[in-house]
C-alpha cells in the first residue's frame, strides 16, 4: 500500500498550489479521502475530506472558499487546490485513507507527507 504526495513547496502570500496524492495497493474507490496537515509545535488537524464517489466534501472553516478537495477513481489520484495561501496555511500535508466495512473492519492508511511553506 502506498500513497505519495506531490506538489508542495515555497509560494507568496495570496498564491496557489495543488497538491496531488497517488494510491496504490488498495480499492481506492472504496475509500474516503482526506487532506491533513501539520504545523511545527502543533497537532494534526483535519483540513479536508472527500466521499469515495466525490458526492460529499467538507472542510475545516479557515480552508472554506479557498481550498477545494477532489479526486480521480479512474487515476487513484486525490487532489487540493489551494487558493489564496496565508502564512498561517504553512504546513506538512498528509493524505490519509479511511474506510469501515463489516467484512473489513476498519482499514487506514497515510502518505508520508509533503511540505507546503507559504512566505515572502
Known amino acids: 500500500v502506498q500513497l505519495v504526495e506531490s506538489g508542495g513547496g515555497l509560494v507568496q502570500p495570496g498564491g496557489s498550489l495543488t497538491l496531488s496524492c497517488v494510491a496504490s495497493g488498495f480499492h481506492f474507490s472504496r475509500f474516503s479521502m482526506n487532506w491533513y496537515r501539520q504545523a511545527p509545535g502543533q497537532e494534526r488537524e483535519l483540513v479536508a475530506f472527500i466521499s469515495p464517489a466525490g458526492s460529499l466534501t467538507n472542510y475545516t472553516d479557515s480552508v472554506k472558499g479557498r481550498f477545494t478537495i477532489s479526486r480521480d477513481n479512474d487515476r487513484n489520484a486525490l487532489y487540493l487546490q489551494m487558493n489564496s495561501l496565508k502564512s498561517e496555511d504553512t504546513a506538512v500535508y498528509y493524505c490519509?485513507?479511511?474506510?469501515?466495512?463489516?467484512?473489513?473492519?476498519?482499514?487506514?492508511?497515510w502518505g508520508q507527507g509533503t511540505q507546503v511553506t507559504v512566505s515572502s
Open positions: 490519509y485513507a479511511d474506510s469501515w466495512t463489516i467484512f473489513t473492519g476498519h482499514e487506514e492508511y
